[in-house]
């Protein structure tokens, strides 16, 4: 599933490296289209389903406002503080409004096996998502993913 991905190679992380990554990391970072051009970057709980990311926002946001307009998005979930140690992925693609909005817990087969994972990862022990009237449901079915692990690197420094 990684695409779109020319450079780096040996720093590719393979599917099986991705999906443990992203069920690993508990935020992204979401980049929009504003009317004017201008690109808007917000941070956000999410889910991988090995082949989507799942984003559960508030309906009321800017970031949902502009995807209304302009559905191209970009999400980017990364990881470490030393060089050595740095990771992520980005994905990239045209969300999909999925579900009534807001969600209030109508049933939606589209929605079961996301709305497990987010409440297992995020709201664990709890028998089902709780759905606030708020928030309603995005996906990501990604065009194009890249992905890093300076881990494949040895660990060293950059130079200088």
Excluded: N
């Excluded at 190679?9 to 970072?29: N, P, S, V, W, Y």
């Excluded at 579900?99 to 589209?110: D, H, K, L, N, Q």
């Amino acid at each position: 599933m990684v695409t779109g991905q020319r450079r780096g190679r040996r720093i590719m992380m393979t599917e099986g490296e991705l999906d443990a990554f992203l069920a690993g990391q508990r935020t992204c970072r979401v980049a929009t289209v504003g009317r004017d051009g201008r690109p808007h970057l917000s941070a956000l709980w999410f889910v991988w389903d090995g082949s989507a990311v799942w984003l559960y926002s508030i309906v009321r946001s800017r970031r949902w406002a502009e995807l209304r307009h302009d559905a191209r998005i970009a999400v980017l979930v990364d990881d470490g503080r030393e060089y050595g140690e740095l990771r992520g992925a980005e994905l990239s693609g045209t969300a999909a409004f999925v579900g009534e909005s807001p969600r209030t817990g109508a049933p939606c087969p589209e929605l079961t096996a996301p709305e497990a994972l987010f409440t297992a990862k995020y709201f664990g022990g709890l028998p089902a998502m709780p759905h606030d009237g708020r928030h309603a449901w995005l996906r990501l079915a990604p065009d194009a993913i890249a992905t890093w692990d300076f881990h494949k690197l040895g660990g060293g420094r950059p130079p200088g």
